[in-house]
Structures are given as C-alpha cells and as structure tokens.
C-alpha cells in the first residue's frame, strides 16, 4: 500500500527541526505503530487458539488474517459503527 501525505511548508520545516530526514521519520512512524498493532492482534488471536484448544499458524501475517476473518478483531472504523450504533440504538 501507498499513502500519501502532504504538509504545509511550515510543518515541513517543523518536522526538518525535529528529524535528520523527515521522510525516515514518518516511514519509522508509521511501520512502528503497526508493528505495534499486528502484536496486539496477535496476543487476540493467541488467545482465541488456545481457548478453542487449536493449533495456529506461525507466521504473523497469516495470524493476523485469520484474526479478522473470524471476527477476533475488527477495524477502527468497524468499532466505531458499532459503538454509534448501540449509542443509538439505546436514544428514546
């Protein structure tokens, strides 16, 4: 996947303040914060393997798969349907 981002000339420089390379920067960001996001799905699905007493896939990728097809785990903006839904839902 590719995304793109766009900053204004002030932030640019801002960012050029704060890192040696603002391109390294944000790729460190970002992949950090997904590793950080496959552990905690990972540690979901460990779970649910071992209270079904199945055995599970050794890599991570197909973890993470297997999380979200069997609904261990869902998508922010899944959660967040979800929660306006039952906010909703629970309005006179």
């Known amino acids: 996947m590719n995304y793109t981002i766009t900053l ?11 890192a040696l390379s ?10 950090n914060r997904c590793r950080i996001a496959i ?7 460990v779970d ?4 079904a007493g199945e055995s599970m896939p050794g890599d991570k990728n197909e973890i993470v798969n297997i999380a979200f097809e069997r609904g261990w785990v869902k998508t922010a903006e899944q959660r967040n349907i979800e929660a ?3 906010m909703e839902s629970k309005q006179p």
């Open 22 to 31: 603002q391109q390294d920067w944000i790729d460190n960001v970002v992949h």
């Open 8 to 18: 204004t000339e002030t932030e640019d420089k801002a960012l050029a303040y704060a």
């Open 48 to 51: 649910n393997f071992l209270a």
């Open 84 to 86: 306006q839904e039952e």
């Open 39 to 45: 552990d905690e799905i990972v540690k979901v699905a």
